[in-house]
Each structure stands twice: as C-alpha cells, then as structure tokens.
C-alpha cells in the first residue's frame, strides 16, 4: 500500500466518521425537539387540568351549599308536621285545642 493510498483510506475513514457524527447529531436535535414538544404539551395540559379540578371545586360548593339549604327546608317541614301531629293526637285524645307544646 502506498503513502497515497493510505491517505485515501483514511480520508474516506474521516468522511464515513464525519457523516456519522452528523447523523448523531441529527438524531439528537430530532429526539430533542420531541420532548421539548412533549413538555410543552404536558405543561398545556397541567394548567388545562388545574383549571378544570377549580371549577370542579367551585361546582362541588355550590352543590354543597345547595344541598345544606334543602336539608335545612325539610328539617323545618319535619318539625312543623310533627308539631302538627302531636296537636292533632293532643285533640284526638283530649279533646282540647290548647296543646301545651307550642
């Protein structure tokens, strides 16, 4: 093999490394952006996601409040038709309107 030759070889050698290195490169840059894509996606998402649990928690106080409010009417209904019950059975037995509890 002559000294020509050998700088040929190794010339080819260096151009196959260098396209190997670029292709390298290339491939970093490409997964590179991939998951620069995907952390923007998953950084959309958290705060699409943040905003949904608030109003989920706003609706669910809402709720909440909505159903306090209905249990305190039928408390006040309860009572009243107990206390309208005690009076009828106070007459029924008495015969007296005046019913001692109210």
């Given at each position: ?34 998951m ?9 998402g958290?705060?699409?996601?943040q ?52």
């Open positions: 093999m002559t000294l020509k030759d050998r700088v040929e070889n190794l010339e080819a050698l260096h151009t196959v490394q260098k396209r190997g290195l670029a292709n390298t490169q290339l491939w970093l840059v490409f997964v590179s952006f991939i620069f894509l995907l952390i923007v996606g998953m950084i959309a958290y705060g699409k996601q905003a949904q649990i608030k109003d989920l928690q706003t609706e669910l106080e809402r709720v909440t409040d909505e159903q306090k409010h209905v249990n305190q009417r039928q408390d006040v209904m309860i009572n009243k038709f107990n206390q309208m019950y005690y009076e009828y059975q106070h007459k029924k037995i008495t015969g007296k309107d005046n019913f001692p509890g109210g």
